[in-house]
T-cell receptor
Framework: DVKVTQSSRYLVKRTGEKVFLECVQDMDHENMFWYRQDPGLGLRLIYF???????EKGDIPEGYSVSREKKERFSLILESASTNQTSMYLC?????????????FGPGTRLTVT | AQSVTQPDIHITVSEGASLELRCNYSYGATPYLFWYVQSPGQGLQLLLKYFSGDTLVQGIKGFEAEFKRSQSSFNLRKPSVHWSDAAEYFC???????????????FGKGTLLTVNP
């Protein structure tokens, strides 16, 4: 079974802190994704990576950056956390290219910024 | 640009009753359609997907969905709901080019299902 793990299930940070969310997949997938999930808004793509050191902005990249130094690991970075970044963050990975690629999701990190 | 609409924010059914969750999509070409389920405190799990061929697709946990091109719909159904089906359900369409010849998934806003005993 594909396994996508996220470093924390719950995280509480203060405004202005630098925050790292880590995601690891164990199936040698090329593609990895970070989403943000908010009630009533569904899932919105923050960043996407299709290879080591390759990244693309999604729909809402402002205030975020990412790092992919190894194929299995994809990190989301909040350079200076703000209260409007309080949300659930979901990581996903996929093996296939094309519009039919199934994405496998981690359990999510619920981040609260106070 | 593609989009997905799930008209029902919240649905309540009794255990054993039938279920239909609605999904309408907008996409210029042949759509790649998905239904995902998110149980409380969990990530998303794929229930089923449609690419082409038979318009009635079977998925896991007894779910099925029917693609209707004329109505731009991909509704999810289950004949008899179990209490463990209580979750949030997301419809998604694949399309819109990303880097590396990849495509993005565009998700609907979700339908929360409550199951009464």
């Amino acid at each position: 079974d594909v396994k996508v793990t996220q470093s924390s299930r719950y995280l509480v940070k203060r405004t202005g802190e630098k925050v790292f969310l880590e995601c690891v997949q164990d199936m040698d997938h090329e593609n990895m994704f970070w989403y943000r999930q908010d009630p009533g808004l569904g899932l919105r793509l923050i960043y996407f990576s299709y290879d080591v050191k390759m990244k693309e902005k999604g729909d809402i990249p402002e205030g975020y950056s990412v790092s992919r130094e190894k194929k299995e690991r994809f990190s989301l970075i909040l350079e200076s956390a703000s209260t409007n970044q309080t949300s659930m963050y979901l990581c996903a990975s996929s093996a296939l290219e094309g519009p039919g690629a199934e994405q496998y999701f981690g359990p999510g990190t619920r981040l609260t910024v106070t | 640009a593609q989009s997905v609409t799930q008209p029902d924010i919240h649905i309540t059914v009794s255990e054993g009753a039938s279920l239909e969750l609605r999904c309408n999509y907008s996409y210029g070409a042949t759509p790649y359609l998905f239904w995902y389920v998110q149980s409380p405190g969990q990530g998303l799990q794929l229930l089923l997907k449609y690419f082409s061929g038979d318009t009635l697709v079977q998925g896991i946990k007894g779910f099925e969905a029917e693609f209707k091109r004329s109505q731009s719909s991909f509704n999810l159904r289950k004949p008899s709901v179990h209490w463990s089906d209580a979750a949030e359900y997301f419809c998604a369409v694949g399309g819109g080019l990303l880097g590396g010849s990849n495509y993005k998934l565009t998700f609907g806003k979700g339908t929360l299902l409550t199951v009464n005993p």
